[in-house]
């Protein structure tokens, strides 16, 4: 492993707890100075004065924030992440991991097909530039990358299960399959992935044309296809290698927007995942539940973000000279 | 000092006009760009203009006109109370102008550009300090946090709102719906920085060492002098396309906190609300227009920036020129 790569690769992991700790001190902070006192909500509206002062000392709430923090993430470490007030008396752990698992149910779906749809997309849009077909694929991507989830939804929703009846409008399967709950294999997965696979689709092949394009100038372009290559053989070994590069870094920006679509997929269609826990728990102010998502959220999305830059470190020499990417 | 007073130097006089100029013309003669600046600006400017274009107000009901198909009276029907739909969605567009454009100003070309030229000039710690805060920002889930932040401390900033109205007399702050805007633009502001600060960083580092740079320092021009009158304009056709990609991308965002109840509060219009309002099954059903308005007017404005932004970028492409 060439000097340089080791101290970026070392640098990139020096920031992970830094970010971390930063991340769950904000959020822990604004859950505990949050406007609604979460004892309160939770002894109920007709406790004592006595009793609430009873919870908080026991739960240590009267000590300084910091302090709090402290021992919370001593607890987070043991792998305790508190108790949610919502779903009364459960660890906010077992409230969460379940709802995680649908989420990543169609998730992981969505992701593999937006990249396996998207890629070739715009690579054939870009080899077919000058035709018509290039800026009438183009423009009908714009349209789907332009449309938020928020408003795909209800008119995927007024397509399949108002018009065609084919779909269910919402909800999530509780089927089992070899004794895993495996809801993606129902009809009620179709809906969201679809509403989330589209506008990835599109961003992806939009970008890609673009990329494609960028090497498709280029004089080993020319080279190869003057010595006479076969056009099948310059785009897969010589183009689209090179124009995929940049594309990893296009998978952090998918995955944060995944976590973005999730909340209102769910909340839309009432998937039981963890985006529509999220939006429930922020609601009904389960503030240890929001923490634990958050924390959890943050480290996934961190690490991911993480594995991407090391990546990219080995593939391109040039991060490697200049430490970072600029 | 004013600028008048000092002497041009030979580099800072000329360039400044002419290449924005060239960029505009080559601009105006393409079509797609035309259609999507000029949606833009029919979007724009009826939200701006929202007191004197809207045929009704944003809250008026007409409840024997419920659920209205679309008439000369109500050119694009009514909603469940009877609300001209029109008008509340030119009166969301101004939400969304206000949201985004200062969204803007205040995160990308305030705290971005300060960042971004800060760090590509200081260098050193300064650079490595800035840098590291804008991976931190850029590395956690924006929208959770987001989330949060507005979830708890909408209703504090409410509260010191109505302090500010018992001291200062002032009761329209509140009604205004004015705090709601503040952190709906204030949280997005905090999260959208990083990108341009990026862009303009790896910018000035590439002019840094350039001649007209240097020449301008050894002729004595000061730290901020050298920054503002010497980088910034050179950075404009960057900025430019950043900021038409990010317009579109904060109308979304909007939308999407105000959907999800965190954002501008009703009775303020914004499309996120009428999206809300528009949505269910039963409305789906019955009332598609309900959903079809908001969400004409968010894919045609979205898509306007993106367009534009497209045509910038090639418009600006060394390539091409």
């Known amino acids: 492993m060439p000097a340089g790569l080791a101290t970026y690769i070392l640098r990139r992991l020096l920031l992970l707890p830094v970010i971390l700790l930063i991340v769950s001190f904000v959020t822990f902070a604004l859950g505990r100075y949050a406007p609604v006192d979460y004892v309160e909500i939770q002894a109920g509206p007709r406790a004592q004065p006595e009793t609430i002062e009873r919870i908080r000392e026991e739960r240590g709430l009267n000590d300084p924030v910091p302090v709090q923090y402290v021992r919370y993430m001593g ?46 997309m715009g690579t054939w849009a870009a080899m077919r530039r000058g035709t018509w077909q290039d800026p009438l694929s183009i423009g009908v991507l714009l349209v789907f990358a332009s449309a938020p989830v928020l408003i795909s939804i209800p008119l995927l929703q007024w397509l399949f299960a108002v018009k065609l009846g084919v779909l269910p409008s919402g909800g999530w399967s509780e089927a089992e399959y070899l004794g895993v709950e495996l809801g993606l294999f129902s009809k009620h997965a179709v809906l969201p992935i679809l509403a989330l696979t589209l506008p990835g689709v599109a961003g992806i092949a939009r970008y890609m044309r673009g990329q494609v394009l960028e090497v498709l100038d280029q004089d080993f372009v020319r080279t190869a296809n003057a010595k006479g290559l076969q056009a099948g053989v310059v785009v897969t070994r010589h183009v689209a290698r090179n124009a995929l590069l940049p594309i990893v870094t296009i998978l952090g920006f998918e995955l944060a927007a995944l976590i973005g679509g999730s909340i209102f997929i769910e909340t839309l269609l ?57 | 000092m004013s600028y008048a007073e000092t002497s041009p130097t030979p580099f800072e006089a000329e360039p400044l006009k002419n290449p924005s100029y060239r960029v505009l013309r080559r601009l105006l003669r393409r079509p797609v760009a035309v259609v999507a600046i000029l949606i833009i600006v029919v979007i724009y400017g009826a939200g701006v203009l929202a007191p004197w274009v809207a045929p009704y107000g944003f809250n008026e009901a007409d409840f024997r006109n419920r659920y209205a198909e679309p008439s000369l009276e109500h050119p694009l ?55 590291r805060a804008a991976d931190t920002f850029a590395s956690v889930p924006t929208i959770l946090l987001v989330l949060i932040i507005t979830a708890t401390l909408l209703p504090r900033i409410v509260e010191l709102a109505r302090d500010v109205e018992d001291l200062t007399g002032f009761d329209w702050i509140v ?20 990108g341009i600060a990026r862009v303009v960083r790896s910018q000035v580092l590439a002019l840094r060492q350039e001649p007209f740079v240097i020449s301008a320092r050894a002729s004595g021009a000061g730290t901020p002098r050298l920054l503002f009158l010497h980088l910034l304009p050179n950075l404009t056709n960057l900025l430019l396309v950043s900021f038409t990609l990010s317009f579109g991308g904060l109308a979304t965002a909007e939308v999407g906190l105000t959907f999800l109840g965190i954002g501008v509060q009703p009775p303020h219009p914004s499309f996120g609300l009428m999206v809300s309002e528009g949505v269910g099954l039963s409305n789906v059903r019955e009332h598609t227009t309900l959903i079809l308005v908001p969400t004409a007017f968010i894919v045609m404005l979205v898509m306007s920036f993106n367009l534009l932004g497209d045509q910038l970028t090639d418009v600006l492409s060394p390539r091409h020129r």
């Open chain 1, 270 to 326: 009432g998937i039981p995942g963890i985006g529509l826990l999220a939006f429930e728990s922020i609601k009904s102010r389960d503030y240890d539940t929001i923490t634990a998502i958050v924390l959890v959220g943050s480290t996934i999305f961190v690490l991911t973000m993480l594995l991407i830059d090391i990546a990219y470190g080995f593939i391109d020499p040039r991060i490697r000279v200049e430490g970072s990417i600029s």
């Open chain 2, 175 to 194: 009604s205004s719906g004015m705090p709601s805007y503040f952190l709906v633009f204030g949280a997005l502001a905090i999260f959208g920085w990083t």
């Open chain 1, 75 to 120: 607890n987070v470490l043991t792998g305790d992440l508190g108790v949610s007030t919502r779903y009364q008396g459960f660890p906010v752990e077992d409230v969460i991991f379940p709802r995680m698992w649908i989420s990543l149910q169609y998730n992981a779906v969505v992701l593999v097909l937006t990249f396996a749809i998207g890629l070739p």
């Open chain 2, 77 to 131: 029907g009514t909603d469940n109370l009877g609300r001209d739909l029109l008008s509340r969605a030119i009166w969301s567009a101004q939400t969304t102008v206000i949201v985004s454009v200062a969204a803007v100003l205040t995160g990308g070309l305030f705290l971005g550009v300060t960042a971004g030229l800060a760090a590509g000039y200081a260098g050193g710690r300064t650079d490595s300090i800035i840098m």
